[in-house]
């Protein structure tokens, strides 16, 4: 991969410190391309960082004042090694296509006639992936923590009632073989964004990889966890916006929605936004949504729950069925209008 650095000399340095530089730059196999300033020279050296040694040397010595890689960190990830976007297949679902494509379920797995309610009111309403978590990560270890391998037993019966593909959290990488036996897109959670280990261990699953932001992650160490999933031979990464945390307190996260066309420039990996945990507030779903179809979003990741009151966890931000419904309808022109299906 070729790599632009940059190497900024002191200023006023002697004509023969400046050659000494250039030389050096040239024995480590770089092309220098000199910048004459009216103070100091700017030296940018083009090379390849894989066949050559690291220019980094150069910022010891005295005639230098610094060494700046001007490449991006990231590069698997990267809109400039791919210019296309990626189109991640999930059971025939395609991810990054024309369709925009909705993921729906309850946060948690609660029981066989809970699971299979939301599963069939979702696809009725267009949904073609069935969310739910087996394995919560609960702030509060006294909090329902979710049913574990009976979950992911009753998504699959979900999955084979309703042919909806399912997507569901690896919460440690000791259940990695579990999680990946039952589910078609293995969701890492907001919690374990920057969990490295846990990441390679998903990645190597081959199964298609849902990565939410960390609560205060930027969007450059979010790219690099990506990196991590296609770095590990796994190109099928999906990025999911969950909402970022910040000093405002109307919302249980800032949902950060200009990260869609930041993601959509700096990558051509898929982008879907999660307007639940975004938000933690029903009221503001529908709105969030639509900003988030209009933005460019690939897809969403909502929750939905036949009774959000009586919900084991997140009530608060859960549509109903009769919701999720209506807002499926209130999403189509907002759709249409970014081009997609
Ligand atoms: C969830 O999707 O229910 C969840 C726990 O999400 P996050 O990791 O974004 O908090
Ligand atoms: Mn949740």
């Not at 791919?82 to 494509?101: A, C, D, E, M, Y």
């Not at 009586?310 to 309808?329: H, I, K, T, V, Y």
């Amino acid at each position: 991969m070729p790599i632009y650095m940059i190497v900024v000399l002191k200023p006023n340095i002697s004509k023969k410190d400046e050659s000494a530089v250039l030389k050096e730059i040239r024995k480590l196999g770089y092309r220098p391309h000199v910048m004459r300033g009216i103070k100091r020279v700017v030296v940018g050296a083009i090379g390849d960082e894989r066949t050559h040694k690291s220019l980094e040397t150069l910022a010891s010595w005295p005639q230098v004042e610094q060494v700046m890689p001007v490449q991006k960190r990231y590069k698997l990830v990267s809109r400039e090694g791919q210019k296309t976007g990626s189109v991640i297949s999930v059971r025939n679902n395609l991810i990054g296509g024309p369709k925009f494509q909705v993921m729906a379920g309850p946060c948690s797995v609660e029981n066989e006639a809970q699971l299979l309610a939301t599963a069939h009111a979702v696809q009725k309403a267009g949904a073609t992936i069935l969310r739910g978590g087996a394995f919560k990560p609960r702030t509060s270890p006294y909090e329902f923590q979710g049913l574990g391998v009976r979950g992911l037993k009753l998504l699959a019966k979900a999955r084979r009632e309703t042919g909806l593909a399912i997507i569901t959290e690896l919460l440690s990488e000791s259940h990695t073989d579990m999680v990946a036996e039952y589910t078609d897109i293995i969701q890492i959670g907001a919690r374990n964004a920057q969990n490295f280990q846990l990441l390679i261990a998903a990645a190597k699953t081959g199964k298609p990889i849902l990565l939410k932001r960390g609560p205060s992650m930027r969007i450059e160490e979010w790219l690099l966890a990506g990196e991590y999933i296609l770095s590990n031979n796994n190109p099928n990464l999906i990025f999911c916006e969950r909402g970022i945390r910040t000093f405002e307190t109307y919302t249980r996260n800032t949902l950060d929605l200009s990260s869609i066309p930041i993601i959509k420039n700096e990558s051509h990996c898929p982008i879907v936004i999660d307007p639940s945990q975004g938000a933690g507030r029903v009221d503001l779903v529908a709105a969030l949504c639509r900003g988030a179809a209009a933005m460019g979003a690939d897809g969403l990741l909502v929750e939905v729950h036949p009774n959000p009151a009586q919900a084991l966890s997140d009530g608060a931000q859960q549509l109903n069925l009769d919701g999720f419904a209506r807002l499926m309808e209130s999403l189509k022109p907002f759709i249409a209008a970014a081009g997609r299906e």
